[in-house]
T-cell receptor, first 113, second 113 residues
Framework: DADVTQTPRNRITKTGKRIMLECSQTKGHDRMYWYRQDPGLGLRLIYYSFDVKDINKGEISDGYSVSRQAQAKFSLSLESAIPNQTALYFCATSNGPSLRGAFFGQGTRLTVV | DQQVKQNSPSLSVQEGRISILNCDYT??????FLWYKKYPAEGPTFLISISSIKDKNEDGRFTVFLNKSAKHLSLHIVPSQPGDSAVYFCAASELAGSYQLTFGKGTKLSVIP
């Protein structure tokens, strides 16, 4: 099993719909992150959480919300999806500053039509 | 304003030759740098890192060089192999504080057999 698991892997949704992307990890890391990647762009941080009671906005949090249900679970919600939220979404985990950086899930490809 | 820049979107190299991927940064607070490798349909995976107290770090065929005065780092792959064909992301962070990774846009490396 993967250390960081994202569900679903692919999703097509309509404009205005609410959608949730889920992430779970087995690494025992405290810190979890949501990034999005757009074609030709690097990864940009949406939200991050240092523990269950700590949620922080990243660079591009507008239009998104998150929930840290447990140390191992971090979900990302789009309250009312819009087409420019079409992107590849990655969940990641880390155990604080580390020489090995963060560990990423395989990604969720979201298309908003 | 992009704080981490990878100005070459793509690079083609013959198998066995050296691949050099470049990255520039503007934020003088960055003191930890990482390279990630990403294959299609997979999440980024950590490749190699360097802290600002060093100017070189080597791991097998991969070497990262850091020039702090020029705010420039490079990844050297010697010898290049077809399996190295992937998108390479440069990322940077401040060790202190929130530990957020700021990514460049990526460079697609193609190693030609």
């Amino acid at each position: 099993d993967a250390d960081v698991t994202q569900t679903p892997r692919n999703r097509i949704t309509k404009t205005g719909k609410r959608i949730m992307l889920e992430c779970s990890q087995t690494k025992g890391h405290d810190r979890m992150y949501w990034y999005r990647q757009d074609p030709g762009l690097g990864l940009r941080l949406i939200y991050y959480s240092f523990d269950v009671k700590d949620i922080n906005k990243g660079e591009i949090s507008d239009g998104y919300s998150v929930s840290r249900q447990a140390q191992a679970k971090f979900s990302l919600s789009l309250e009312s999806a819009i087409p420019n939220q079409t992107a590849l979404y990655f969940c990641a985990t880390s155990n604080g500053p580390s020489l090995r950086g963060a560990f990423f899930g395989q990604g969720t490809r979201l298309t908003v039509v | 304003d992009q704080q981490v820049k990878q100005n070459s979107p793509s690079l083609s190299v013959q198998e066995g030759r050296i691949s050099i991927l470049n990255c520039d940064y503007t934020n003088s607070m960055f003191d930890y740098f990482l390279w990630y490798k990403k294959y299609p349909a997979e999440g980024p995976t950590f490749l190699i890192s360097i802290s600002s107290i060093k100017d070189k770090n080597e791991d097998g065929r991969f070497t990262v060089f850091l020039n702090k005065s020029a705010k420039h780092l490079s990844l050297h792959i010697v010898p290049s192999q077809p399996g190295d064909s992937a998108v390479y992301f440069c990322a940077a962070s401040e060790l202190a504080g929130s530990y957020q990774l700021t990514f460049g846009k990526g460079t697609k490396l193609s190693v030609i057999p």
